[in-house]
Nanobody, 115 residues
Framework: QVQFVESGGGLVQAGGSLRLSCEVS????????IGWYRQAPGESRELVAL???????NYADSVKGRFTISRDYVKDTVYLQMNSLKPEDTAVYYC?????????WGQGTQVTVSS
């Protein structure tokens, strides 16, 4: 029902920036929240940033002030601008979209921050 095309991951030095993109095709399904999670090796998947239908955004404390989530409704794409990256931001980043009853996940894109 929902298809994702994620891009933008890669290797960057500490202090650098990356922008992740996720094009979402949801057909007629109503998406009520959309955003990004991440999972580091040996860790649980955690919320990074989530955007609600009303435009409000929720961020993990660890990324507040450094990451910005945005959405282009014309392109059906959600972005995560990541600035001042730290080695602890290294993880696989997953695009996430939620209807009222189901959660959908992208395939993930690797972000590696070197010190």
């Amino acid at each position: 029902q929902v298809q994702f095309v994620e891009s933008g991951g890669g290797l960057v030095q500490a202090g650098g920036s990356l922008r992740l993109s996720c094009e979402v095709s949801a057909s007629t399904l109503r998406i009520v929240t959309i955003g990004w999670y991440r999972q580091a090796p040996g860790e649980s998947r955690e919320l990074v940033a989530l955007l609600s239908e009303d435009g409000s955004a929720n961020y993990a404390d660890s990324v507040k002030g450094r990451f910005t989530i945005s959405r282009d409704y014309v392109k059906d794409t959600v972005y995560l601008q990541m600035n001042s990256l730290k080695p602890e931001d290294t993880a696989v980043y997953y695009c996430n979209a939620n209807s009222y009853s189901r959660s959908f996940w992208g395939q993930g894109t690797q972000v590696t921050v070197s010190s």
